[in-house]
């Protein structure tokens, strides 16, 4: 029987990285527990409301974050805040599926154009593989807002 999995990531600002993973994967935050969040409302206040009612200090309110795919599907994902810094190469590393069953010329091209999107939301190209059949379709590394590294693949 598989068992079920969330990623984490360390972070320094967990709304801030949770938000930009959300709008890279279409995840969602889910509400706080009990309360019904509104069609257009920011989640993100009404944790900030949840929390304050809670009587957790405000220092404490960004300590957190985590995210849901919509359809159930994908793992959840958790972004805790750590006071160091990120220092190394990770050694585990999301691959965003940008470009399924596109090759060639077509692959790169659509690549190109999630990259694209995601630089303005914050992310940093680092480096573009160029296909080499039959091991590799093509890739670009990219690197998010506190510079853990992924691929668009």
């Not at 959300?22 to 969040?37: F, I, N, S, T």
């Not at 944790?47 to 793992?75: I, K, Q, Y």
């Not at 585990?92 to 940008?98: E, F, I, N, T, W």
Request: glycine fraction near 8%; charged fraction near 25%; hydrophobic fraction near 45%.
């Amino acid at each position: 029987m598989a068992r079920e999995f969330q990623v984490t990531f360390d972070a320094a600002d967990p709304a801030a990285l949770s938000t930009f993973w959300a709008e890279v994967l279409g995840y969602r935050l889910p509400a706080p527990p009990g309360v019904e969040v509104e069609e257009g409302r920011d989640v993100l206040a009404a944790w900030e409301e949840f929390l304050t009612r809670a009587g957790v200090p405000a220092e404490e309110h960004n300590s957190a974050a985590a995210l849901e795919d919509p359809d159930g599907a994908g793992p959840r994902l958790f972004f805790q805040r750590v006071p160091e810094p990120k220092t190394a190469k990770n050694r585990v590393h999301l691959d965003v599926r940008a470009a399924p069953g596109l090759a060639g010329a077509e692959r790169m091209a659509a690549l190109e154009v999630e990259c694209a999107r995601l630089l303005a939301l914050g992310a940093r190209r680092l480096e573009r593989f160029e296909p080499a059949p039959p091991l590799s379709n093509g890739f670009i590394v990219m690197a998010d807002p506190e510079g853990n590294e992924f691929c668009l693949d």
